[in-house]
């Protein structure tokens, strides 16, 4: 068994008010789980307008597909126009760990 994980530490642009930064993060974790089967959710700089953080998870049996599964989703949030990738942390843990 093997479980990736992302993170993503984001710059958000033009966002005055936490509900602005809602109506960013929001449709990306979305589609993030929609396109990828994954989980997604904001997990960190909830009090900040201007930052973000989005964690993303994977379960497979097939390390290939997690790593594949993963580079998709780096590629969707990093070519999202409304936000700047500032890092992303990646982990893949085995069972075994």
């Known amino acids: 068994m093997y479980v990736g994980t992302l993170s993503f530490d984001l710059l958000l642009g033009d966002v005055h008010s936490l ?3 809602r109506s960013v993060v929001r449709p990306i974790v979305a589609e993030l789980q929609r396109k990828f089967a994954v ?6 700089d909830q009090d900040f307008h201007r ?30 126009p409304e936000v700047e990738l500032l890092s992303v942390r990646r982990r893949l843990h085995t069972d075994e760990d």
């Open 19 to 21: 509900k602005e930064k």
């Open 39 to 44: 989980s997604a959710a904001e997990t960190g």
């Open 51 to 80: 930052r973000a953080q989005v964690g993303v998870a994977l379960v497979s049996g097939d390390a290939g597909f997690v790593s594949d599964v993963l580079d998709r989703c780096e590629r969707l949030v990093a070519a999202r």
